[in-house]
């Protein structure tokens, strides 16, 4: 059964290993990732976040995480596939279910950060609403050089 469920702490190293995945093969590990992937629970839970994950029977293939940012702004962020299960529309399923989350929650916008090498993924953001806006000088990210926003009021 495919499914979209909830974080539980020991779901903490899918979360972890998932994003290392493909932050390793395109670009690398910087502070602020090992901050919410090391402490997801307290980084990004406790202050009201949200992560998920896909669930293919026994198997974790996806996940993402909702992070506060204040008010009813939140970051769309840490999304991954496992690599093995790319192509499979993994990611417009989980998109599909942020999205509904997020309006179901009344949020007025979603923001992400991106790097514009990663044309696959900006293009899925693009086809779900997503325009880009401007970025700030001093990004949580280095490799950052996209900033988008989806207002969903």
Not at 36 to 49: D, R
Not at 63 to 74: D, R
Not at 130 to 135: A, G, L, P, S
Request: aromatic share 14%.
């Amino acid at each position: 059964m495919n499914q979209i469920i909830s974080f539980r702490p020991e779901l903490a190293g899918h979360f972890r290993d998932l994003n290392l995945e493909w932050l390793e093969k395109y670009f690398y590990v910087e502070d602020h990732d090992k901050e919410l992937l090391e402490n997801c629970q307290q980084v990004i839970i406790e202050p009201g976040g949200y992560i998920y994950f896909y669930q293919e029977g026994d198997d974790i293939l996806g996940t993402f995480a909702l992070i506060p940012l204040g008010g009813s702004v939140y970051e769309l962020g840490k999304m991954a596939v496992k690599e093995s299960a790319r192509g499979k529309g993994i990611g417009q399923k989980m998109m599909n279910f942020c999205l509904e989350f997020a309006k179901k929650s009344h949020w007025s916008s979603l923001l992400l950060y991106s790097n514009r090498s990663l044309e696959n993924s900006i293009h899925i953001y693009r086809k779900y609403g997503f325009q880009e806006v401007e970025i700030e000088k001093d990004n949580p990210y280095a490799r950052g050089n996209i900033k988008m926003e989806l207002k969903l009021i």
